[in-house]
Nanobody
Framework: QVQLVESGGGLVQAGGSLRLSCAASGRTFSGYVMGWFRQAPGKEREFVARITWIGGSTNYADSVKGRFTVSRDNAKNTVYLQMNNLKPEDTAVYYC????????????WGQGTQVTVSS
């Protein structure tokens, strides 16, 4: 089965750090873009960061620049989101997603992992 599985969420205090993982399996993901999204209570889902499997080109939402870092381990088919200096407004369910380079919509989504930042 082709799937994405997130892990690493949890409860941390403001200023703390978490590292999320997205394990991709079922096929090779060459030619794909891997993205991180989040959805907070009462808010719409928003883009957080993305990275290409080939070349490792990254993009970040303005709200997380300088605090979050997206990376990937091609050999392990795993994408990471290192989150530092977490803020209460970062509280959300974080989702990993994948899309083909030539497409604009993400077609494959993980189940999500909860990140809660207390003040």
């Amino acid at each position: 089965q082709v799937q994405l599985v997130e892990s690493g969420g949890g409860l941390v205090q403001a200023g703390g750090s978490l590292r999320l993982s997205c394990a991709a399996s079922g096929r090779t993901f060459s030619g794909y873009v891997m993205g991180w999204f989040r959805q907070a209570p009462g808010k719409e889902r928003e883009f957080v960061a993305r990275i290409t499997w080939i070349g490792g080109s990254t993009n970040y939402a303005d709200s997380v620049k300088g605090r979050f870092t997206v990376s990937r381990d091609n050999a392990k088919n795993t994408v990471y989101l290192q989150m530092n200096n977490l803020k209460p407004e970062d509280t959300a369910v974080y989702y990993c997603a994948a899309r083909v380079l030539i497409q604009r919509e993400y077609e494959l989504w993980g189940q999500g992992t909860q990140v809660t930042v207390s003040s």
